[in-house]
């Protein structure tokens, strides 16, 4: 191992250590390793945004005035002024402008987007699960794949409702028919389901990094003894 | 509506016929007033008939006929009503139209009226509470209680000089009032004893302004002096005024000292008490009152010579705690009702003018007084002094009521579940246990993942995917992951970068993050790739692709800064990301516009979930997700026994979590069947 | 007039990228020089928003508040990264390398925590939360996810186990898939409320 690499090592342990004081209720080192983490992701940031997005994308069209890109780049430019004004209280204002024009364009973005990147497809995939080419092999019903269409639009319904459920919940006291709520907990069950998945997930994510970190410890107190 | 002739009313002037309740003749116009006499009863005028009311009430009171052993007598307003009542039902001479009303009052309950409601309701209340109370039987030994208490007492303070040389520099009068007042059951009784001594066993209404009066003369006034609204507002107690003893009488000057000091902050209302301030309807005040008033007068007619400091009259520097308590009841007796101990506590207030030194003493001394009722719940009451057991009695009735107010407008659902607070100590036991557990499995030795363990179908799906690449087929490998999940991205995605590098396909690299920048060294190097591979960071993530992705004939600014902007070359786009909305970002602006462009992506497990029903919709070729999908189980760095460990712990955490919930409901409702 | 020049500006720059995207070969480069304004503009916002922190974290030390010592740990990795960076620049393999020195086990085991964390929130979650659908379905699939993580059942290699356990694999996919709708919906509404200038922009 060279001393660079033992000083990363070295560093590293320290660093996991600092944070992991904090299950033994210390403020103090997981406060300063969370903060030069603060610090460096920011200075990183910092430079990546000016070499990477400021300078090639902002400054190097207004460098040249004869170029045909100077002119457009006057608008981002007008646009950065004003966030900048941000950090001034008087341009607090004019900070809305530059974020509006943000907002709208993500905006429009989305609309296209999730129409045609996530709600027809899904859609249309569920629907595809009833074609007959689906549900009948020669001749004969594919029981294993009638039921299964049956569960995906079932549940998908049951979820949508319960996201409906929720947001008449919140206007007011609203009585349901018995079958509504009935498909209300179809849907909370299958949501259920999905979170459970979900929450093995992380936690499984979780536990490889702490698996990780550790062995980098164990790493290190193997090499002293 | 037919009238009965026979019941017409003839004018004393004319002789005619006139309806049995005109005033005056319809014919001649005379007045008829005479005509109407209530039988048995003499005429006198209004104003006259007004002002013999209390005569007519003394005249019931000592009427030993009217009165019962066990009945309370009724308040001086709704006797009047009561006594014509009686009277009139004792007469069997009843002229017909009254016999009429009467028999409609009792057959409409509206009809009643309200004044007769509110007496019916009260004489129920009455009755209810004379069928609790002993009065007749406790009254003398009350009396023979108190004088043995009281006489101990004085005994004591006369031996308290002696004491007041101990090192705790307690004052003298305090120690005198300590010495009166030994017991906390006998505080509760000082609430009782806080009316005036009548003469009768008639209650009386505490008026505000009398109250009033009664507080501000005690302030400035000498002890006799203050007395006198205090018995001007019940004249027949005049003549039961007991001296004070000399001795107490002395020992509780510093007391009204003290008192008079703070008077400028005393308010009988404490404030945390604001919210209880509920107002009830008249009716029940008055029911209340009347219920008060009977324990002040059980607890008051007896009461002995010895200038208890407690007492009003006799002690005007302390009347404040007292009178706090009167006024509380006269005017909001929900508070009474619904802090009970608060108002029943005379120290509470005193506590304010008592030496700071003292103060923790004096604190001990009423937490007591709270604790001690409850510790004795005699089940026999004749096992307790009677004032007690009344007192008991308002106590359970005030705290029922309190219950009632504070329920009143909520959801009446089952009890709430009791919150055990789980301190730090859990959480860090629990995290010390997987701790452990997961250090002592890792330094047990290497324990690689099977290599024939079975992988999740768009695992298998992105296997295949790759096979069919052929060589010089362009892949965009797109890295999007922060450096917390880069041990598993990176032992996921380097396999599979080592194979397509092996099967001669083309890899660009772009990171969307920049800790993608120095991210990368580390997969090309667990990849083996060469270390000079580009990797280009690509601002704005997809957001910059979409105008080629979109209209790929166009050029727009900057578009030399990036060698792969144009995505159309490329057969696959395998997406490193530890972010599901990144990935879905990518199907959702830059897919639909480049049909010909697969994509598949290398995840975490915690996002594998949200990514299934792209995979289904098939906008996802495939994706690996997890420690099952990759090889990184097969590491011999990652000790795949302490995940499996970490996974049991969890797992045996989560079944502990639905048992122990399960056992609380169990216990929970056992509880509420027993109650 | 404050108001309303960023309801404009959000207004107009949707509808124009909503412009660009229907009518494909007529746009020409609007869109994607739109966006790149878009990007600009979001780097820019980005250090904007850095150099808020640091000021923020300047004037704590310069008045000495509490935990300023933590503020001064900041600013003084702030300051070293990026003076290291603009000496050496930032695809400097050194620079990289150091900078991952520190940010990757910072990470990692910050994430680690969470496990720790979880292990005491899943003791607590039923009791906290009661029994509904919601959370027993959510148990009964955590315990039964977890049983097939610990792959003790997959290595059996019995057909119809492994036939079940792909089943039961599918099985977070429908409620993934009618969150995935719903949140679309929402979305596109969300969306569609920012273009007609209902919903809050810019600094809202």
């Known amino acids: 191992m060279s001393p660079s690499e033992l000083f990363t090592l070295i560093v590293g342990v320290a660093l996991t250590v600092m944070v992991l004081s904090y299950i033994l209720g210390d403020r103090l080192f997981f406060g300063i390793a969370t903060h030069i983490l603060i610090g460096v992701s920011a200075g990183f940031l910092a430079l990546v945004i000016i070499q990477k997005v400021i300078l090639p994308y902002l400054i190097m069209p207004l460098a040249d005035p004869a170029s045909p890109d100077f002119l457009l780049a006057l608008v981002p430019l007008a646009l950065s002024i004003l966030l900048v004004l941000m950090l001034f209280r008087r341009g607090t204002q004019a900070g809305a402008i530059p974020l509006a024009f943000l907002g709208g364009a993500l905006a429009a973005l989305a609309i296209i987007g999730v129409t045609r990147g996530t709600l027809a497809p899904q859609i249309l995939s569920m629907l595809g699960r009833f074609e007959p080419s689906q549900l009948m092999h020669e001749a004969q019903p594919q029981w294993a794949a009638i039921i299964e269409a049956l569960m995906v639009l079932l549940g998908v319904i049951s979820v949508l409702f319960v996201f409906h459920h929720r947001g008449q919940s919140k206007a007011g006291n609203v009585i349901r028919p018995v079958f509504l709520e009935g498909i209300g907990s179809i849907g909370q069950i299958f949501i259920g389901i999905t979170f459970g998945a979900l929450f093995v997930g992380i936690f499984s994510s979780a536990l490889i990094a702490l698996i990780s970190s550790l062995s980098e410890i164990i790493k290190f107190v193997t090499l002293w003894f | 509506m037919t009238e009965d002739h026979s019941e017409l009313n003839l004018c004393p002037n004319c002789s005619k016929e006139n309806l049995p309740m005109a005033t005056r003749c319809v014919h001649c116009g005379s007045d008829m007033e005479a005509l109407f006499t209530i039988f048995g009863q003499p005429q006198i005028p209004e104003e006259e008939a007004e002002e013999s009311l209390p005569d007519i009430i003394e005249e019931i009171r000592n009427d030993p006929s009217l009165q019962t052993p066990s009945e309370e007598p009724p308040s001086p307003e709704l006797v009047p009503a009561n006594r014509i009542d009686e009277s009139i039902l004792d007469s069997e001479q009843l002229p017909d139209w009254l016999a009429k009303v009467r028999e409609r009052a009792q057959g409409e309950e509206d009809a009643i009226g309200d004044l007769a409601s509110g007496t019916m309701a009260m004489d129920a209340a009455r009755n209810e509470e004379a069928s609790a109370g002993v009065e007749g039987e406790?009254?003398?030994?009350?009396?023979?209680?108190?004088?043995?208490?009281?006489?101990?007492?004085?005994?004591?303070?006369?031996?308290?000089?002696?004491?007041?040389?101990?090192?705790?520099?307690?004052?003298?009068?305090?120690?005198?009032?300590?010495?009166?007042?030994?017991?906390?059951?006998?505080?509760?009784?000082?609430?009782?004893?806080?009316?005036?001594?009548?003469?009768?066993?008639?209650?009386?209404?505490?008026?505000?302004?009398?109250?009033?009066?009664?507080?501000?003369?005690?302030?400035?006034?000498?002890?006799?002096?203050?007395?006198?609204?205090?018995?001007?507002?019940?004249?027949?107690?005049?003549?039961?005024?007991?001296?004070?003893?000399?001795?107490?009488?002395?020992?509780?000057?510093?007391?009204?000292?003290?008192?008079?000091?703070?008077?400028?902050?005393?308010?009988?209302?404490?404030?945390?008490?604001?919210?209880?301030?509920?107002?009830?309807?008249?009716?029940?005040?008055?029911?209340?009152?009347?219920?008060?008033?009977?324990?002040?007068?059980?607890?008051?007619?007896?009461?002995?010579?010895?200038?208890?400091?407690?007492?009003?009259?006799?002690?005007?520097?302390?009347?404040?705690?007292?009178?706090?308590?009167?006024?509380?009841?006269?005017?909001?007796?929900?508070?009474?009702?619904?802090?009970?101990?608060?108002?029943?506590?005379?120290?509470?207030?005193?506590?304010?003018?008592?030496?700071?030194?003292?103060?923790?003493?004096?604190?001990?001394?009423?937490?007591?007084?709270?604790?001690?009722?409850?510790?004795?719940?005699?089940?026999?009451?004749?096992?307790?002094?009677?004032?007690?057991?009344?007192?008991?009695?308002?106590?359970?009735?005030?705290?029922?009521?309190?219950?009632?107010?504070?329920?009143?407008?909520?959801?009446?659902?089952?009890?709430?579940?009791?919150?055990?607070?789980?301190?730090?100590?859990?959480?860090?036991?629990?995290?010390?246990?997987?701790?452990?557990?997961?250090?002592?499995?890792?330094?047990?030795?290497?324990?690689?993942?099977?290599?024939?363990?079975?992988?999740?179908?768009?695992?298998?799906?992105?296997?295949?995917?790759?096979?069919?690449?052929?060589?010089?087929?362009?892949?965009?490998?797109?890295?999007?992951?922060?450096?917390?999940?880069?041990?598993?991205?990176?032992?996921?995605?380097?396999?599979?970068?080592?194979?397509?590098?092996?099967?001669?396909?083309?890899?660009?690299?772009?990171?969307?993050?920049?800790?993608?920048?120095?991210?990368?060294?580390?997969?090309?190097?667990?990849?083996?790739?060469?270390?000079?591979?580009?990797?280009?960071?690509?601002?704005?993530?997809?957001?910059?692709?979409?105008?080629?992705?979109?209209?790929?004939?166009?050029?727009?600014?900057?578009?030399?800064?990036?060698?792969?902007?144009?995505?159309?070359?490329?057969?696959?786009?395998?997406?490193?990301?530890?972010?599901?909305?990144?990935?879905?970002?990518?199907?959702?602006?830059?897919?639909?516009?480049?049909?010909?462009?697969?994509?598949?992506?290398?995840?975490?497990?915690?996002?594998?979930?949200?990514?299934?029903?792209?995979?289904?919709?098939?906008?996802?070729?495939?994706?690996?997700?997890?420690?099952?999908?990759?090889?990184?189980?097969?590491?011999?760095?990652?000790?795949?026994?302490?995940?499996?460990?970490?996974?049991?712990?969890?797992?045996?955490?989560?079944?502990?979590?639905?048992?122990?919930?399960?056992?609380?409901?169990?216990?929970?409702?056992?509880?509420?069947?027993a109650e | 007039m404050k108001r309303a020049l960023p309801l404009i500006a959000g207004i107009l720059s949707g509808l124009v990228v909503l412009a660009a995207m229907f009518f494909v070969p007529q746009s020409g480069g609007i869109l994607a020089m739109v966006l790149n304004w878009v990007i600009i503009v979001a780097g820019v916002a980005l250090l904007v928003a850095i150099a808020s922190l640091v000021l923020t974290h300047l004037r704590f030390i310069a008045r000495g508040k509490k935990g300023f010592l933590l503020s001064l740990v900041l600013v003084i990795s702030f300051l070293a990264t990026l003076m290291f960076g603009l000496i050496r620049g930032v695809d400097d393999p050194v620079f990289l390398k150091w900078v991952g020195a520190v940010i990757r086990p910072i990470e990692t085991a910050l994430l680690g925590l969470v496990a720790l964390i979880m292990m005491s929130a899943a003791m607590k979650i039923f009791r906290e939360r009661g029994w509904s659908a919601l959370t027993v379905s959510f148990g009964v699939s955590a315990v039964i996810f977890l049983i097939l993580g610990l792959g003790f059942l997959q290595n059996l290699n019995i057909p119809v186990l492994t036939e079940v356990i792909r089943l039961v694999e599918t099985l977070p996919m429908i409620g993934a898939r009618g969150l995935l709708i719903g949140i679309g919906i929402g979305l596109l509404m969300m969306a569609f409320r920012v273009l007609f200038g209902m919903e809050g922009s810019g600094n809202d």
Do not use: C
């Open chain 2, 138 to 673: 406790f009254n003398a030994w009350i009396n023979r209680i108190r004088e043995k208490s009281q006489q101990e007492n004085s005994v004591r303070a006369r031996q308290l000089p002696s004491e007041n040389e101990e090192p705790d520099q307690v004052p003298e009068w305090l120690q005198r009032i300590r010495a009166l007042r030994p017991r906390p059951e006998e505080d509760i009784t000082h609430e009782v004893k806080t009316g005036p001594t009548y003469a009768d066993d008639l209650p009386r209404e505490w008026t505000d302004e009398a109250l009033q009066e009664l507080r501000r003369q005690a302030l400035s006034e000498d002890q006799e002096q203050e007395t006198e609204p205090l018995l001007s507002a019940s004249a027949s107690t005049e003549d039961e005024e007991t001296p004070v003893e000399p001795e107490l009488e002395a020992a509780s000057e510093p007391v009204q000292e003290e008192s008079g000091s703070i008077e400028e902050d005393f308010h009988n209302i404490p404030e945390d008490e604001d919210a209880y301030f509920v107002p009830v309807p008249v009716e029940d005040l008055n029911q209340f009152t009347e219920v008060e008033e009977d324990s002040v007068v059980g607890g008051t007619q007896e009461e002995p010579a010895t200038g208890e400091i407690e007492s009003p009259e006799q002690e005007p520097g302390q009347d404040t705690p007292e009178l706090a308590e009167i006024q509380t009841e006269e005017v909001v007796p929900e508070e009474a009702i619904v802090e009970p101990e608060a108002s029943e506590n005379p120290e509470q207030t005193e506590l304010e003018s008592v030496p700071v030194e003292v103060e923790d003493e004096t604190k001990t001394g009423v937490e007591e007084q709270e604790e001690e009722p409850e510790e004795e719940q005699p089940t026999d009451s004749a096992a307790v002094p009677p004032d007690l057991l009344l007192l008991r009695d308002q106590q359970d009735r005030a705290s029922l009521l309190a219950s009632l107010i504070e329920q009143e407008g909520r959801v009446t659902a089952g009890k709430q579940a009791v919150r055990k607070p789980s301190g730090k100590a859990g959480r860090l036991a629990l995290a010390l246990l997987l701790l452990i557990g997961l250090i002592v499995s890792m330094l047990i030795g290497p324990s690689p993942m099977p290599t024939d363990a079975l992988k999740s179908m768009p695992a298998l799906a992105l296997g295949d995917q790759i096979q069919t690449l052929a060589e010089n087929d362009k892949v965009l490998v797109v890295l999007d992951y922060q450096a917390a999940t880069s041990r598993e991205l990176e032992a996921l995605a380097a396999p599979m970068l080592d194979k397509l590098h092996v099967q001669g396909v083309q890899l660009s690299f772009l990171t969307t993050q920049p800790s993608g920048l120095f991210l990368a060294q580390s997969l090309l190097a667990q990849a083996e790739l060469p270390e000079n591979t580009l990797v280009e960071y690509l601002p704005g993530s997809y957001l910059n692709l979409i105008g080629w992705a979109v209209n790929p004939a166009i050029s727009a600014t900057g578009d030399d800064l990036l060698r792969a902007k144009n995505l159309y070359p490329f057969r696959l786009v395998l997406l490193v990301s530890d972010s599901s909305d990144n990935i879905r970002g990518w199907l959702e602006q830059i897919a639909p516009w480049i049909e010909s462009l697969n994509f598949a992506a290398i995840t975490t497990q915690m996002e594998a979930p949200v990514l299934s029903p792209y995979f289904d919709s098939g906008q996802l070729e495939g994706y690996a997700a997890g420690i099952a999908d990759g090889n990184i189980g097969m590491q011999s760095t990652f000790s795949y026994r302490a995940y499996r460990v970490g996974l049991l712990l969890m797992l045996v955490m989560l079944l502990l979590g639905m048992i122990s919930k399960g056992e609380e409901d169990a216990i929970r409702k056992e509880e509420e069947r």
